[in-house]
């Protein structure tokens, strides 16, 4: 039995040798011309944010970080070719972005705050106390976090770490907090750590039961796989991306905020916290400083528009919600602020602008919610609503903190549809769909065979109708996935529409289709960083909701089966039934009588989940102990479904 629920983010943290290096097409005229019209659209004479992304600067970030066998972890220099104007092959707004994602290096923010920013996806941001230092969000990796801290070190006092804040639970704000700290400091309560209520269990659950499959998207949403340069990936929207070869930690948190607003002192600092549950994240929280007059937003507000769905997917976030806690905060302390900063991004300072931005920010997520229902009471369905709202009001859209760098307004209405519709449309007609495969087959039939769908799709191709071209030709390719006429023109169009998108995460995800269409599914699809504190923080009963969904209900439909199931260490039952091909478990209960027994220890099951051992390895070792219908209760355990991270997305 094999067991590897790692997060998302750590699929995408390839050995660089191993990004496949994929031929891809210039420019075309069209595109050309599409992104040329761009300059037209948006104030591109502003430079108030890259005033802003530099100021503060007290080192630039120069040379990689290696990890400790002497691997790439971190290279800002893949992306050298950030400079001058944007190349015909990158729309401008996003290359504007992806050069302000560029400047890196450590920042003090305000007298006593201080960030290091463009060493991973997220920021670090560092306060400084009476006699230590509290570290804010410590990165995704040991290895930046690190150098981060030492970058710091270079320019202020020694002192020590005195507390580490996670602001929510996503890899990217957590994964480093080893290379900042000592858990043997936390347990000897010399070091704090904190967190929002529910920070653990969504740390630890996000992407578990569904990870697999999301692992394989995010591949696509990031453009892992793909070469940096003008025709590859250029950012990720929120940073240039996710650390290589990247060692991920996670240390339990020590205190819980769980109130709506709470005030800590911490080595002299005073923090009041905000809580803002549903927003970015499940559990996440807003921090203000009034000795600073600075306000954390953590990545509740950065600049981009965000993410109500990922294109990796996710739960749907509460646009509503969101909107709520931005006022929030803008009421709270919009007055009072002097700096906000967040912990993706750069800074944003005086009052009158602070205001502007957090209203502004409200403002779009509200959008997005209202506008969405509005067109849902009229009867739109979700691509309808998509094809209308496709812009913000002018004075949004024409903030460069609104764009879709990130999240996109076509995307993020369509997820809001899924929060209240559902899948559904209410046609009938789309309520029992053909498969992809099914659905080619036919439409190509229909449409007079192949050799016809090409000749249509080069001729659209030529009008740079790319859009027509990918559903035309989708219809083809899963219809003869070895047709490779269809794959190429399948795959120039995405190429094309990459190249015009303003949305980093839809860039990625259209080369990496044009990639996969040419030269088929990367070796590496499947593998990701090392993440052992994870694994081992996974709870027994995280364990058996994943195990639920690896069991074929087909064949296990008649194989009933109870189990009592103990960990020594843990002295905790569980009790689980297998019966019509469903396993359900009872937490901290016992079956009266029960088909089989199982004694192990929870550090079995680690190394097990670790891969160090295997199941049967364990029983036969003596390390698990299996009484009664031991033989029927391996086969269980063997004919597990193993999830493949290297499955198919644009070909059938």
Known sequence: MRFSPLPTLLALALPLAALAQAPANDASESTRQSNQQWLQRLPFDERGDFDNARRGLLESVEQPVLSADGKTVWDLQRYAFLNGEAPATVNPSLWRLAQLNTIAGLFQVTEGIYQVRGLDLANMTLIEGEHGLIVIDPLLSVETAKAGLALYFRHRPQRPVVAVIYTHPHVDHFGGVRGVIDEAEVKAG??????????????????????????????????????????????????????????????????????????????????????????????????????????????????????????????????????????????RYGERAEVVFAQHHWPTWGAPAIREYLADQRDMYAFIDSQTLRLINRGLTATEIAAELTSLPPRLASKWYSRDYYGSLSHNVRAVYQRYMGFYDGNPATLNPLTPTQAGQRYVKAMGGAEHVLRQGREAYAQGDYRWVAELTRHLVFAEPDNGAARQLQADALEQLGYQSENATWRNAYLSGAQELRGGVAS?????????????????????????????????????????????????????????????????????????????????????????????????????????????????????????????????
């Open 524 to 652: 590496t699809a499947s593998k990701g960083g090392s993440a052992d504190d994870l694994v081992r923080a996974l709870t027994p009963a995280l364990f058996f909701d994943y195990l639920g969904v690896r069991v074929d209900a087909a064949k296990a439909a008649e194989q009933d089966l109870t189990i009592n199931w103990r960990f020594t260490d843990l002295n905790e039952d569980y009790a689980l039934t297998l019966r019509n091909g469903v396993l359900t478990h009872r937490d901290l209960n016992l079956h009266g009588q029960a088909d089989v027994q199982v004694r192990m220890s929870k550090a079995t099951l680690d190394r097990i989940a670790l891969k160090q051992t295997g199941f049967a390895k364990e029983v036969a070792g003596g390390a698990i102990e299996v009484d009664g219908e031991r033989g029927k209760f391996l086969r269980f355990m063997a004919g597990l479904d193993e999830p493949d991270g290297r499955f198919n997305i644009v070909t059938p």
């Open 190 to 331: 010399k070091v704090q750590v904190i967190a929002p209520q529910g920070f653990f269990e969504h740390a630890i659950s996000e992407n578990v039961l569904a990870g697999p499959a999301m692992k394989r998207r995010a591949q696509y949403m990031y453009g892992a796989p793909l070469p940096r340069g003008p025709r590859g990936q250029v950012d990720a929207g929120l940073g240039k991306g996710v650390p290589a070869n990247a060692t991920v930690s996670l240390i339990a948190p020590t205190r819980l905020i769980d109130k709506p607003f709470e005030t800590v002192h911490i080595d002299g600092v005073e923090i009041e916290f905000q809580l803002t549950p549903g927003t970015e994240a499940p559990a996440e929280m807003n921090l203000w400083f009034p000795a600073h007059k600075a306000l954390c937003m953590a990545e509740n507000a950065s600049h981009v528009q965000h993410n109500v769905l990922t294109l990796r997917g996710a739960q749907v976030r509460d646009a509503k919600v969101w909107a709520h806690y931005l006022d929030q905060s803008l009421l």
